[in-house]
């Protein structure tokens, strides 16, 4: 694989092999360039405020989600950019254990993932909707998948 150039490319300037990810570091944040057919994309990635933002707050790139620790509360202030600057809402920790299918949870689209004695990721992934949980066990699921 060849190596990434040292400076930063310019959007468009060849490259050459398709696919390959290079990444730059820059005050406030990052670069993130790829070569495609056409030649490098590169998309800047601001860093997340050090602090909570303000709701309505201006951000630079629109759909960047930025998690605080709410050390008050326990859980996490998960902030989303739009067009209309930060939109930030309060989650609160998940349960220790997965919670049962149906049970009652407190924040509609909180995700929680646990991990199995036997995985070493999230294989049960449960999220709140309509006020409930719904979860689902992702070693039953990638077994009863069907062979390819």
Known sequence: MPDCPAL???NGEACGLVDQDCDYDADGGETECTCAAAGWACVFEPDCPDALPANGEACLL??????FDNDALGGEDVCACSADGWACAYQP???????????ACPAPDQECGYSTVMGGGDEI???CTDEAWACIDETIADDA???P
Request: proline share 23%.
């Open 145 to 147: 998948a069907p062979a």
């Open 125 to 127: 992934e449960c999220t």
């Open 62 to 67: 629109v759909d960047q989600v930025c998690d």
């Open 93 to 103: 920790p998940c349960p220790d254990a997965p919670p049962a299918t149906g049970d």
């Open 8 to 10: 930063l490319p310019a």
